[in-house]
């Protein structure tokens, strides 16, 4: 009887056999990559946007139908509550477009959460989505917005046409809600992240360009600038693969690596919720599917903060886009660049 | 073979196989010069943007650019850099028309 060879799964997000184990990478110098403690639930409520942006990495989109259900919402509240979750973190798809979004928003403010939403800007100009600034304000929430760069051309070829003056617009309301001003309670942070395959400029330095230009230029105030690094995974990968890049850009990230940005990771104080309501270690994982690791709870429904506080993160070569340069995060840089 | 693979340039180092002595002080000296200083990184990367197209370095303008980039610079300003050192190297031509004048001065009546 012939014995069947071994299958070598390579999935369709393998990434380029050049490109080192990143467990092993930590190991060489010395670390490895475990939680430090659950400060943020990072709760994804759905793929649902209004937007179908060129390096989105959950592949949101209009027609995307996959959102948290009522159900679901009531399990991340039950474990805010629970376990005083200190930061609730909304992302999407565009959160806004969740039936349950403001429900959510409401009972984790009462609960004494700090809510956080990544929001879109241009979602502001939906059906009924009108008068978000003034919920916003109403619930003391964080607002955290994409803005990829200080111009049209750049922002629209990320985001689509007419993104940008959309964008811009929604800035003003915001700002005239109270958001983004000096000396306000109401943040307002913007998140820049590289319009192609390269790695985003040094923090502090791009912060001040955009500051100075969206000042000048339209009149708009915020408050942080946080640059993201575009991970090799979903929608950016598709464009990495179609334009030829994926192998130089991988080269790019593990010749960045830094390890003085592991301490600073995300997934070190977040545990990330899909819509489903299963649990990952970071957004990212979470679209790749790979799930929190055996043994820990799978589900919200079953979430215990003391069972995920030291727990060994699941890694993948996407890894590297978080520990390249000065680090990415949902907060932006996480350490100096080297 | 092309005479310049892009390939080439991430193979910078093996030019230190011969006398790395020599090539670690110039790879210090050559990092030292990138860092933030009385200029920003950015600035440096336009300098070396356009002084890549002035010297007409296909690897160095590869770099540059991406350098550029990666400092947060737009394609106005690395249009405006080249267009620098384009001038330059354009009054630096035309200047020489007085090295023109001055040998027919010589030589006429």
Redesign the interface.
Known sequence: MTKALPVVNVGADAPPASVPDFDAKLAAHGLSLRAAAVETLQVNVGKLCNQACKHCHVDASPTRTEIMTRETVEQVLAAVRRFRVPTLDITGGAPELNPSFRHLVAEARRAGAHVLVRHNLTVMFEPGQEDLPRFFREQGVEVVSSLP?F?EQ?TDAQRGRGVFEKSVEALRRLNAAGYGREGSALKLNLVYN?V?A?????QG??ER?FKHELLSRYGVTFDRLYTITNMPIRRFLEYLRRSGNEERYM?KLVEAFNPSTVEGLMCRTLVSVDWTGRLYDCDFNQMLELGVAAGLPQSIADFDPAAFAARRVVTGAHCFGCTAGAGSSCGGAVAAAP | MAYYEEDDL?RFSEVGRHRPDLFEKFMAWYQACQEDGAL???EKALIGLAVAHALQCPYCIDAYS?SC????S?MEQMTEAVHMASALRGGATLIHALQAHNSVGKVSM
């Open positions: 760069y111009l750049q590289p192609g390269y790695l985003p400029p040094a330095a791009i360009d080269r | 991430g920003t990184r950015r991406q980039l990666e400092a947060g737009n």
